[in-house]
T-cell receptor, first 114, second 111 residues
Framework: DQQVKQNSPSLSVQEGRISILNCDYTNSMFDYFLWYKKYPAEGPTFLISISSIKDKNEDGRFTVFLNKSAKHLSLHIVPSQPGDSAVYFCAASPYGGATNKLIFGTGTLLAVQP | NAGVTQTPKFQVLKTGQSMTLQCAQDMNHEYMSWYRQDPGMGLRLIHYSVGAGITDQGEVPNGYNVSRSTTEDFPLRLLSAAPSQTSVYFC??????????FGSGTRLTVV
């Protein structure tokens, strides 16, 4: 049973436009969320995170929004660049003793067209 | 500073064989984890560790063993390889909640 879901396997956007990647979770014990980016033949790399006490976190072109009542988060990339083309994974961490037990979604392949 | 080093990068096993995937980190991170990546399934947690001598199961632990005798090393053992264990395996370490540094992966094929 997938606790973290990314329902869009792929997304294509034009360079300079906004990319919006979505993620839903089911487990109410999750209180910390992260986005990772993965290029082919490499390991994932950390991109941005958000705690459940916030509803928005920004880092340059990347902004993560959290809607706790809907158990939904999204990653906005503005403006999108061809180098952003990669697989994006959202991940969730539970509160309590297993905070580093990170659960990932299935990923969304973003293609930014020049 | 090498980060997280995984060996081997590629491996082909016959069904029933056993092997150990090596993982070492030089960042003095407490937390380490093993994930497998399969098409359409994302990254699934196999086992994780919160420090030397302490390990716990993740989402898909069956068929795998781990131990953590030192802070630096976190090997993953396949007891009796099965074709269902064909996957890309990633080891990761972290000092801060959830912010893992991943290795470059081991691509395993079981025939």
């Amino acid at each position: 049973d997938q606790q973290v879901k990314q329902n869009s396997p792929s997304l294509s956007v034009q360079e300079g436009r906004i990319s919006i990647l979505n993620c839903d979770y089911t487990n109410s014990m999750f209180d910390y969320f992260l986005w990772y980016k993965k290029y082919p033949a490499e390991g994932p790399t950390f991109l941005i995170s958000i705690s459940s006490i916030k509803d928005k976190n920004e880092d340059g072109r990347f902004t993560v929004f959290l809607n706790k009542s809907a158990k939904h988060l999204s990653l906005h990339i503005v403006p999108s660049q061809p180098g952003d083309s990669a697989v994006y994974f959202c991940a969730a961490s539970p509160y309590g003793g297993a905070t580093n037990k990170l659960i990932f979604g299935t990923g969304t392949l973003l293609a930014v067209q020049p | 500073n090498a980060g997280v080093t995984q060996t081997p990068k590629f491996q082909v096993l016959k069904t029933g064989q056993s092997m150990t995937l090596q993982c070492a980190q030089d960042m003095n991170h407490e937390y380490m984890s093993w994930y497998r990546q399969d098409p359409g399934m994302g990254l699934r947690l196999i086992h994780y560790s919160v420090g030397a001598g302490i390990t716990d199961q993740g989402e898909v632990p069956n068929g795998y063993n781990v131990s953590r005798s030192t802070t630096e090393d976190f090997p993953l053992r396949l007891l009796s390889a099965a074709p269902s264990q064909t996957s890309v395996y990633f080891c990761a370490s972290s000092y801060s909640r959830g912010r893992y540094t991943f290795g470059s992966g081991t691509r395993l094929t079981v025939v």
